[in-house]
């Protein structure tokens, strides 16, 4: 399904504006996207192309990191910021290592929500609701939310490439205390995270097209991506490049001579 397929526009839809979540599918090849978002998306590839490998990269922590947490006994996760569904979705990667997993999928943008519910539609016992990270204790209090989640029990809470349209002024720290202290002990938490630390004048000419999309770039240090996961304690192997992150003998592996040109830290923290 594309963009092209619903013949009424979802509220707050544009165009004409880039849009990060459009961006992050056509740089995996996907096609709901928008000649704005094409043309952002290359002036980006024009100074740093390795952000298409980057984003593929991005994605596949996400399904190691999500069959880590099911080979851990978690049977319900959050996903917020989840972007347009493509292939590998939380639901389907958790389901392939145990049944009856509860997901929650969370995303602002209201064109994200309309193919994640048509992609549910099907009855899969997954759902997806809007809300904005900035305001966490809203989500946390969702009525659909609380119907899926036992907050209870332990849970995987899933920031992933989505921190980093998060501003200073938007209190990161805030955000992670809210959703941390709403984790009952034995959660996770699976975050990944735009970094400055490399390639510093590609990384500059990329945040200034993010400034003209829907959501500006914010990237951190390693010790500012560090101290997100104040509260809780990293599992080995830390927090590390994307392709350094538990990769399996069957993964396919960008950037094994050159971990630092994923651009993106990761890591996985547990609540105790």
């Not at 526009?9 to 096609?31: C, H, I, T």
């Not at 205390?177 to 034995?186: I, N």
Request: charged content about 25%.
């Amino acid at each position: 399904m594309n963009l092209g397929d619903h013949q009424q526009e979802p509220r707050g839809f544009d165009p004409s504006k880039p849009n990060v979540a459009r961006l992050y599918d056509y740089y995996l090849g996907g096609k709901d996207h928008f000649p704005a978002d094409r043309e952002a998306a290359e002036r980006i590839l024009k100074v740093a192309p390795e952000v298409r490998a980057a984003a593929r990269a991005n994605r596949a922590f996400l399904g190691r990191a999500v069959r880590f947490l099911a080979g851990e006994g978690i049977r319900q996760f959050l996903d917020i910021g989840t972007g347009l569904p493509s292939q590998g979705a939380v639901h389907e990667v958790a389901g392939a290592v145990s049944p009856g997993n509860r997901v929650v999928y969370v995303d602002r943008d209201p064109v994200v929500m309309v193919h994640a519910r048509a992609m549910l539609a099907s009855g899969s016992g997954t759902i997806a609701v809007e809300g904005d990270l900035r305001k966490p204790r809203q989500i946390l209090d969702d009525p659909q939310v609380l119907e899926t989640i036992d907050f209870r029990q332990p849970v995987g809470v899933l920031l992933v490439a989505v921190m980093h349209f998060i501003a200073e002024a938007d209190d990161p720290a805030g955000i992670l205390r809210t959703l941390r202290e709403a984790m009952a002990p034995g959660s996770y938490l699976v975050l990944s995270h735009g970094t400055s630390d490399a390639r510093r004048d590609a990384v500059r000419k990329g945040t200034e097209v993010y400034r003209n999309a829907t959501s500006p770039l914010v990237l951190r240090d390693r010790a500012g991506i560090a101290a997100l996961f104040d509260g809780f304690d990293l599992v080995d192997p830390g927090l590390v490049w994307l392709p350094e992150w538990r990769p399996g003998q069957t993964d396919t592996i960008d950037f094994t001579d050159d971990p630092a040109s994923s651009l993106i830290l990761c890591g996985v923290g547990r609540r105790d």
